[in-house]
C-alpha cells in the first residue's frame, strides 16, 4: 500500500515557474515508478511525466518537454515536478501516482494521490 500526497500548487503568472511535490508512505516507495498526471475542466487526465524507481529513466510528454523536469529522492520518499515556462494551457489539478514499471496509461497506475491545483495566468 502506498499513500501519496501532493503539494506546492498555486497560482503563476505566465513564464513563471513551480515546483510540485508528492510525498508517500510506505517503505516499498523505492520500488515504484512513480507519474505526474494533470486533468483540466472537461478534459481526460493526461499523462505529463514519469520516473523509474531508480530515477535513471525519465519520460515527458510532448507538450512539457524542455519545460518540466521530474525527479526523486528515494531517501525522502518524495517525487517532484519541476515546472518552468508556465502556460496558460499547463492550468490543472496535478496528480502523482505510483505503478511498478513505467507507464504513460492513467489507468495502469495503482496509487494516487488526491491532486493539487496549478493556474497561470495569462
Known amino acids: 500500500q502506498v499513500q501519496l500526497v501532493e503539494s506546492g500548487g498555486g497560482l503563476v503568472q505566465a513564464g513563471g515557474s513551480l515546483r510540485l511535490s508528492c510525498a508517500a508512505s510506505?517503505?516499498?516507495?523505492?520500488?515504484?515508478?512513480m507519474g505526474w498526471f494533470r486533468q483540466a475542466p472537461g478534459k481526460e487526465r493526461e499523462f505529463v511525466a514519469g520516473i523509474s524507481w531508480s530515477g535513471g529513466m525519465t519520460f515527458y510528454a510532448d507538450s512539457v518537454k524542455g519545460r518540466f523536469t521530474i525527479s526523486r529522492d528515494n531517501a525522502k520518499n518524495t517525487v517532484y515536478l519541476q515546472m518552468n515556462s508556465l502556460k496558460p494551457e499547463d492550468t490543472a489539478v496535478y496528480y502523482c501516482?505510483?505503478?511498478?514499471?513505467?507507464?504513460?496509461?492513467?489507468?495502469?497506475?495503482?496509487?494516487w494521490g488526491q491532486g493539487t491545483q496549478v493556474t497561470v495566468s495569462s
Open positions: 501516482a505510483a505503478v511498478r514499471s513505467l507507464r504513460v496509461g492513467a489507468w495502469e497506475y495503482d496509487y
Open positions: 510506505g517503505r516499498t516507495f523505492s520500488s515504484y515508478a
